[in-house]
């Protein structure tokens, strides 16, 4: 099995962008803060994170196996439920929920899904590439900040096409260091 991850490039809604400009400074940099909070502003208690461009994206994904959407040192109030779902491209709508309880202490890389979480829905390399997914707090906790975090991105586990001699990409290769040997 094969690991993929995606970043992406915009966000809507949330903290900080309550006004839903497309600010994505929370997503695409690990030294500011999302909030997804009900009582602070109805304009916070959803977030929907799109557009794979921010990184490499694959033409052909295989066989996807699992996905899942990682937020990094996340956090929120003790009582706290916020629902998590993607949007699916090929049915044009999202996901069921799956309920997150957020730890309440920070620190922490929350993991929602998994290598073999397909909620519920196969998805096609359009599906994966088009791929957005909605954070969202039905209610406010009692005691603050439903989720907290830094940085969110999608992990696709998949198994590959056996193309031999042949690697389909589509966007940005990094490498920080080491060798490509093609």
């Not at 979480?117 to 039905?138: A, E, R, T």
């Not at 830094?150 to 990409?169: A, E, I, M, W």
């Amino acid at each position: 099995m094969a690991i993929h991850n995606l970043n992406f490039a915009e966000a809507v809604g949330g903290f900080p962008d309550e006004t839903n400009s497309g600010n994505a400074n929370a997503i695409t940099d690990n030294t500011s803060e999302f909030y997804i909070d009900a009582g602070k502003s109805e304009n916070f208690a959803t977030m929907i994170v799109f557009n794979t461009s921010a990184g490499m994206t694959l033409l052909d994904y295989g066989t996807v196996d699992g996905i899942e959407v990682l937020i990094k040192n996340g956090f929120g109030a003790e009582e706290a439920t916020v629902q998590v779902a993607l949007y699916h491209e090929t049915d044009a709508e999202f996901t069921s929920d799956i309920a997150l309880a957020p730890p309440d202490t920070s620190g922490t890389t929350i993991t929602v899904g998994g290598p073999t979480q397909l909620w519920g829905k196969n998805w096609s390399n359009v599906d994966i590439n088009q791929i957005q997914f909605k954070f969202h707090s039905p209610e406010e906790p009692g005691g603050g900040i439903a989720l907290r975090g830094t940085f969110v991105s999608l992990r696709v586990y998949h198994t590959p096409t056996k193309v031999p001699g042949k690697l389909n990409v589509q966007g940005l290769i990094s490498l920080n260091s080491g060798i490509i040997n093609l």
